[in-house]
């Protein structure tokens, strides 16, 4: 039995499972107060992501962009961004924060964003909008590498750098990086974290997308991470980054930067990855983990134990999504006797071969199994349809729907885009509560898939 990590062979793709950088890095810019980016480049490359984000959180937002056209990628678009930061500007007075984001087009012509906005800051933003607060920052993320994880990763850690502002006295906060997460999770992050009574700088805050329709009819959702904290972030008492790769590369700037005391993961899928993420919560406060926390855990553990022995044991799974998410719940996985077969990662890092994670999956393996990088959902379908492969479970985002529907594998939807599904970004998917919430989710579809498949029984898992 072995576990096998290996990179796609095929060079082109084949319905493709993630989106660009550019998507990541406005994911990131929705979650701070008071800001609104502008997308260097066509219109397309804004609409289509905001499509994408509002069926996923059905809620609205705003989103800007330079609208190139073709003389522009030819001739040169900074103009393009001169003239949407004004118009940004006057027409929203309330915008603090304008984050540059390049696309493919822009990065293949080269534009000096950097140029461009030191030009802004001495012309434009001295003269016209000289009585106001407004930040401008490049964020680089060429659509031509990379994915929507390594844009979001570029763009968290473009706003720390520009905004983290060391001063003499520790703020007595925990920076929290959340990684590309669902207003439920954060809530659940926020529930943990006031259990345990600790005061933290969550970045970057998306609760309010999941946010109510008030008598005055206003429905525009907004992050709530401040200018002051993102400042803040270099006087904390010290930083969690639940993820690696979203939000990592801020998390270790703040460390070699400001001294500042440092844990990257694991993400908290899971009563395992919960519990460390709590012991990490507990090393870097002092803040001892409640009873009531204890007896939360208890009960998840009796929810999944009721689940584990006759219903998971020895199920297949196939999984593909975030990188961070995918492996989460493959631990997950594992910890309920299932059998992860098959773990789909959407693009390409030599540092995924040498993850410890994954490293730890490959030494105990007792099944055999495969980890793919730079995937596409055809690795999925044709291991299924033409190779053989048997799952009994599929777990993904909506881009992969109708191979479960094409093959009559149950499927559970995990990840982002989920827009076939309702009410899913409401529901965490980390934590205690998140455990639980998965599990049942994955019985419920499993027990609708016997009864239609088993002549209306459902099928116990047999040692």
């Known amino acids: 039995m072995s576990c096998e990590i290996k990179s796609k062979k095929r060079a082109g793709i084949i319905n493709p499972m993630v989106t660009c950088q550019p998507a990541g890095a406005?994911?990131?810019?929705?979650?701070i107060e008071d800001c609104t980016a502008i997308v260097h480049g066509g219109q397309g490359c804004v609409m289509f992501v905001r499509l994408l984000f509002s069926q996923h959180l059905n809620e609205n937002f705003d989103i800007a962009s330079s609208s190139l056209h073709e003389d522009a990628a030819v001739l040169g678009a900074v103009h393009r961004v001169e003239g949407a930061v004004d118009v940004l500007l006057e027409r929203y007075p309330h915008v603090k924060v304008v984050p540059i984001i390049t696309t493919c087009s822009t990065e293949i012509i080269g534009d000096d964003v950097e140029g461009?906005?030191?030009?802004?800051?001495?012309?434009?933003?001295?003269?016209?909008?000289?009585?106001?607060?407004?930040?401008?920052?490049?964020v680089h993320t060429p659509s031509f590498k990379g994915s929507q994880t390594s844009g979001y990763d570029a763009a968290v850690t473009a706003f720390v750098k520009h905004f983290a502002t060391k001063t003499d006295e520790c703020?007595?906060?925990?920076?929290?990086?959340?990684?590309?997460v669902d207003p439920?999770?954060?809530?659940?992050?926020?529930?943990?974290?006031?259990?345990?009574?600790?005061d933290a700088t969550v970045l970057f805050e998306i609760e309010n997308f999941d946010s109510p329709l008030m008598p005055d009819k206003s429905a525009v959702s907004h992050g709530t991470t401040t200018i002051e904290d993102m400042q803040g972030t270099a006087n904390a008492i010290g930083t969690i980054a639940l993820n690696k790769y979203e939000g990592g590369k801020a998390a270790e700037y703040l460390r070699d930067k400001f001294e500042i005391p440092t844990i990257i993961g694991p993400t908290p899928i899971g009563i395992r990855n919960t519990d460390t993420f709590l012991k990490n919560v507990s090393k870097l406060t002092g803040k001892p983990i409640p009873e009531?926390?204890?007896?939360?855990?208890?009960k998840a553990i009796d929810a999944l134990q009721d689940l584990?022995?006759?219903?998971?044991a020895d199920k297949k799974v196939a999984i593909y999504g975030h990188p961070d998410l995918a492996i989460g719940l493959a631990e997950f996985c594992l910890d309920l006797s299932m059998k992860p077969v098959l773990l789909l990662i959407g693009d390409e890092n030599p540092n995924y071969a040498k993850d410890p994670r994954l490293l730890a999956i490959k030494e105990h393996a007792e099944f055999d199994m495969e980890v793919i990088t730079n995937a596409d959902l055809w690795e999925l379908e044709d291991r299924i349809k033409n190779k053989g492969l048997e799952v009994d479970l599929i777990l993904g985002h909506s881009k992969g729907r109708y191979i479960p529907v094409d093959n009559n594998i149950p499927m559970v939807?995990?990840?982002?885009?989920?827009?076939?599904?309702?009410?899913?970004?409401?529901?965490?998917?980390?934590?205690?509560?998140?455990?639980?919430?998965?599990?049942?989710?994955?019985?419920?579809?499993?027990?609708?898939?016997?009864?239609?498949?088993?002549?209306?029984?459902?099928?116990?898992?047999?040692?």
């Open 116 to 138: 461009v906005i030191r030009k802004l800051k001495k012309g434009l933003l001295a003269t016209k909008y000289a009585d106001r607060e407004v930040h401008l920052l490049p």
């Open 413 to 463: 939807r995990v990840g982002f885009p989920v827009y076939d599904r309702a009410g899913y970004y409401r529901h965490p998917k980390v934590g205690y509560n998140g455990a639980v919430w998965l599990a049942e989710e994955m019985a419920n579809v499993l027990f609708t898939d016997m009864e239609y498949k088993k002549d209306r029984e459902w099928i116990l898992a047999m040692w």
């Open 171 to 180: 703020n007595g906060k925990l920076n929290l990086i959340t990684g590309w």
């Open 308 to 312: 584990a022995h006759m219903f998971f």
């Open 292 to 298: 009531s926390l204890v007896r939360e855990r208890g």
């Open 184 to 198: 439920g999770d954060v809530a659940e992050l926020k529930h943990l974290l006031k259990m345990m009574d600790v």
């Open 26 to 31: 406005q994911y990131a810019s929705i979650g």
